[in-house]
């Protein structure tokens, strides 16, 4: 820390500090509290924060910082001063007005009850201590690690201790990332000790799956804590949940079989429809949030509901956010068998999903708003349309009118899961049902995604894709044909949580060649038609569907991990999904 008399001497101080530190210009006259100091000065997120007397820069930010002061000392006076008359008078202050005036952001956090002033005399200052000495910031900062709109187990059952696991952790140098990876090898030992099908092992698994899910809530609360988000973390945190429970399916799937029972459609159905009610959450979000005129009545009764407590609460549980499912799985883990949890596991999230959706669509269908081309966009990359649906819409143009999109989206996926469900298996009918398919797939996607319903087209294009190869792989009666479904869809579940998640990150979709190189949703259900339709007999449709989730897995991995380690990603730390 060094002290610098005037604008000219920091502007001089600040050439010395090497080009890729973070700097901070602090008034000396500063009162507050260090959490305050904490979250204006040292969050990763952001180019440039203030807080009242207090500005930091990263590498990033340096050279406009440096402007500001030089501009500063050149005149006399921050050209700022007047915009700040009513706020931040400081020099931090005023420089923070001329970085925003001069294009970059300035974040300004808040602070809540903390305390951040700089007092112009003795009574002041004494007000500013005595308002300091009042507020705990250390129970500011452990009540601010805890997410604000958490499940109800998580909240009242969690959180009241996971706040200190997470402090212990930051007091003893561990890193959110460390905790993540914890949380990750606890889910695979559990998954483990289902898959040995005994009482025993169903009883461990269900403590260590709970377990894991503390692990879980407390690697976001450290970061919020420690304030330490990162690349990293945002792909650790993003992709490692998914992971973890789709783990432990998989471990529930081998128990039961250990013990004469086979469970595998079910399990790879659990992961079907939990991943179609995540994408539908996406592709709702990222449709709405940022369009013009954004208006509902349903909306705004979901408002009005909300000032009544318990009906937010009972809101959060109905759709079977993370914490109440995962109590769930474990609970029964350890006290029923396998194809009991994933009855009721079926059974819960299907009538979540019916909720939310049907929330979602009474939504849209009131709300008067118009989709911004970033909208088109972010849902065009989630259709994850390959080569062959890109080709139809390059040349074909889907009939007006507002619902168009999805009715042949909804068209396309029932011609392909009706065939591969009630067609003979192993003939071609399928095939030529996924070709229609694609067909129909290139031509929802052939304009603008821009209808109150739009929304509609990832979601059904994931359940198109996954419900063939379930029912394909189902209806094959080959051995292990489902486990190896079952890794295709999870390989592929993965690439569509990586879009999700660079999508938000505002980075946007993964690359062009990446789609191309895996066929797109419409290419891999049609490799799928065919793979079932040659290869009848023998194990030749278990092998071919094993090597092709290798192949998916590979490609999509190297790049996604390339991605979140470049410096292109997003450095935040995700909130997660309540669902």
């Not at 919020?224 to 690349?231: C, F, N, P, V």
């Not at 972010?378 to 819409?393: I, K, T, Y």
């Not at 009706?418 to 929802?444: D, I, M, R």
């Not at 660079?502 to 949703?521: D, E, S």
Request: aromatic share 8%; net charge neutral.
């Amino acid at each position: 820390m060094t002290a610098a008399a005037d604008a000219d001497e920091a502007a001089e101080l600040l050439t010395t500090v090497p080009a890729s530190s973070r700097v901070a210009l602090v008034d000396t006259r500063f009162v507050g509290h260090v959490h305050a100091l904490r979250l204006g000065l040292t969050d990763p997120r952001f180019a440039a924060a203030s807080i009242p007397g207090a500005l930091t820069a990263r590498p990033e930010a340096r050279p406009a910082l440096l402007r500001a002061l030089r501009r500063t000392a050149a005149a006399g006076t921050p050209a700022g001063a007047d915009a700040t008359a009513a706020g931040d008078r400081t020099v931090p202050g005023r420089l923070a007005v001329e970085l925003d005036a001069d294009g970059t952001a300035v974040q300004r956090p808040e602070l809540g009850s903390l305390t951040a002033a700089v007092p112009d005399g003795p009574e002041e200052r004494e007000t500013a201590r005595t308002a300091v000495a009042a507020v705990d910031d250390e129970a500011v900062r452990l009540r601010s690690a805890v997410k604000a709109h958490d499940g109800f187990f998580t909240t009242y059952f969690i959180s009241p201790y996971s706040r200190y696991i997470a402090r212990w952790c930051a007091r003893r140098g561990l890193t959110p990332n460390q905790v993540t990876t914890a949380s990750l090898v606890t889910a695979l030992i559990a998954a483990g000790c289902a898959a040995t099908g005994t009482r025993g092992g169903y009883v461990a698994a269900g403590l260590l799956l709970l377990f894991s899910f503390v692990l879980d809530c407390t690697d976001g609360q450290l970061a919020r804590y420690s304030l330490q988000y990162s690349t990293m973390g945002a792909w650790l945190d993003a992709t490692f949940d998914r992971a973890k429970e789709y783990a432990y399916y998989a471990g529930l799937a081998l128990g039961a079989a250990r013990g004469g029972d086979d469970v595998w459609v079910l399990a790879l159905g659990a992961m079907v429809l939990q991943a179609c009610r995540h994408v539908v959450d996406f592709s709702f979000n990222e449709a709405n949030h940022d369009a013009v005129s954004n208006t509902s009545p349903t909306a705004a009764l979901s408002d009005r509901l909300d000032s009544v407590g318990w009906t937010v609460w009972l809101r959060r549980m109905i759709v079977l956010p993370i914490g109440e499912r995962w109590a769930m799985i474990a609970v029964l883990t350890a006290v029923t068998t396998p194809r009991i949890v994933f009855c009721a596991l079926l059974i819960g999230c299907a009538l979540a999903a019916c909720y939310t959706t049907a929330g979602r669509l009474l939504r849209s269908l009131t709300r008067k708003a118009r989709r911004t081309d970033r909208a088109a966009r972010a849902l065009a990359d989630l259709a994850d349309s390959g080569p062959l649906a890109q080709a139809v819409a390059a040349v074909l143009r889907r009939p007006g009118g507002s619902f168009t999109a999805p009715l042949l989206a909804i068209a396309g996926a029932l011609v392909i899961v009706g065939a591969a469900l009630f067609t003979p298996y192993g003939g071609w009918p399928v095939v030529g049902a996924a070709a229609v398919y694609a067909v129909l797939s290139g031509l929802a996607v052939s304009r603008p995604l821009k209808g109150a319903l739009d929304w509609l087209v990832p979601p059904v294009f994931r359940a198109a894709e996954y419900g063939t190869i379930l029912a394909l792989a189902a209806r094959s009666e080959v051995p292990h044909a489902v486990p190896a479904a079952f890794g295709l869809v999870s390989a592929v579940a993965y690439h569509h949580y990586d879009t999700v998640y660079r999508i938000r990150g505002g980075t946007g979709a993964p690359p062009t060649w990446l789609v191309r190189v895996i066929g797109g949703h419409e290419g891999r259900t049609l490799v799928v038609a065919v793979l079932a339709a040659v290869l009848i007999h023998g194990s030749g449709f278990t092998t071919a569907l094993t090597a092709l989730a290798g192949a998916v897995a590979l490609v999509v991995l190297v790049e996604s991990i390339r991605f979140w380690v470049s410096s292109s990603a997003p450095a935040v730390h995700d909130e997660g999904e309540l669902a």
